[in-house]
């Protein structure tokens, strides 16, 4: 993996979040003003992003192949990270409900609004098809594994099913649907595709900037070890852990690298959301995103260096 080109993105998301605090300072985001920017992000810029890498990529059977193997690689490292974030809450004093809302901070990632920009900005069309891949996979563990976590009877919820069928989810099998009946889209058609698709990084970034006044006007009060295991593990435990695992299984070296970068991702944007809906701390969830991004802009190119080392 070429590191400058990864230091050059990181150092690029950097500069947008830094705008994006700028004017979240002067411009406090509303209610409304969140809502608008995350529907353009998922509902419009992202699964532009995945048809943009449908239409760039053939999907012949060997590409078919990769992708089944990283939805499964997606959802055995997710649940690895949700594992090794219970195990690290275990040592603290806590809740057991605090436990595991400590378990999924530390194990799902950004990999939809931060991790899928990335991927396509450093491996091309392909590696954008493939990080939406991954993402689907995120989004079952999320809406199964961590919503029975979230539960007090640990229930599989129907409703979780149906949050799953998202915009993006559908833009992933239409995309592939159509490519696989030889379908494309006149040239129009994909150039428009193409240009929504460069929206997304900007604004997903831009919109992290923004959370960070509004969160610091808060005044939020967290102990440094239940805001720092979750960021830890998160960001360091669970990509060298993962890093280590793929290593052993001797994978397409595509979808190693696309999974690496991934599994480096901050704290999952939804995860305030979530807890919201099932009454867990919402507050936790929304630092822990937002420091963990930050925190992010240094680890991503840690953990690549030394993963690659793995990897070797």
Not at 72 to 90: D, E, F, M
Not at 182 to 206: D, W
Not at 232 to 254: C, Q
Not at 262 to 289: C, H, K, N, W
Request: hydrophobic letters at 55%; a positive charge.
């Amino acid at each position: 993996m070429e590191i400058s080109l990864l230091l050059q993105s990181i150092l690029l998301m950097a500069v947008i979040i830094a705008i994006g605090s700028v004017i979240g300072y002067r411009q406090p985001l509303t209610g409304e003003s969140r809502q608008l920017i995350i529907t353009i992000i998922v509902n419009v810029a992202m699964p532009c992003i995945i048809l943009d890498g449908v239409f760039q990529t053939p999907i012949d059977s060997q590409t078919m192949t990769q992708i089944v193997i990283i939805f499964g690689i997606s959802v055995l490292l997710n649940c690895l990270g949700i594992l090794l974030g219970w195990l690290g809450a275990r040592t603290l004093p806590l809740p057991e409900k605090k436990r595991r809302e400590m378990a999924i901070l530390s194990g799902l990632g950004n990999t939809g609004f931060i991790g899928l920009p990335l991927c396509a900005a450093l491996f091309g069309p392909k590696g954008a098809l493939l990080a939406a891949v991954f993402d689907a996979g995120v989004d079952v563990v999320m809406w199964t594994v961590a919503v029975m976590m979230l539960q007090e009877k640990g229930a599989f919820s129907l409703k979780g099913l149906k949050a799953m069928v998202n915009i993006p989810m559908i833009a992933i099998v239409l995309g592939l649907g159509a490519a696989m009946a030889g379908f494309m889209p006149p040239e129009p058609v994909k150039h428009l595709v193409g240009t929504l698709a460069k929206l997304a990084s900007p604004l997903a970034m831009m919109y992290i900037g923004m959370l960070l006044p509004l969160l610091l006007r808060k005044k939020p009060h967290f102990s440094l070890p239940v805001l720092g295991m979750p960021l830890t593990f998160k960001l360091i435990v669970f990509p060298l852990s993962a890093a280590l695992l793929l290593s052993v299984l001797h994978l397409d070296g595509e979808i190693t690298r696309v999974a690496i970068i991934q599994v480096a991702m901050p704290t999952l944007t939804m995860a305030s959301i979530l807890f919201a809906r099932y009454a867990a701390d919402e507050e936790m969830g929304a630092m822990t995103t937002v420091f963990s991004t930050l925190l992010a802009l240094v680890s991503i190119p840690a953990v690549i260096m030394v993963g690659n080392f793995f990897l070797r």
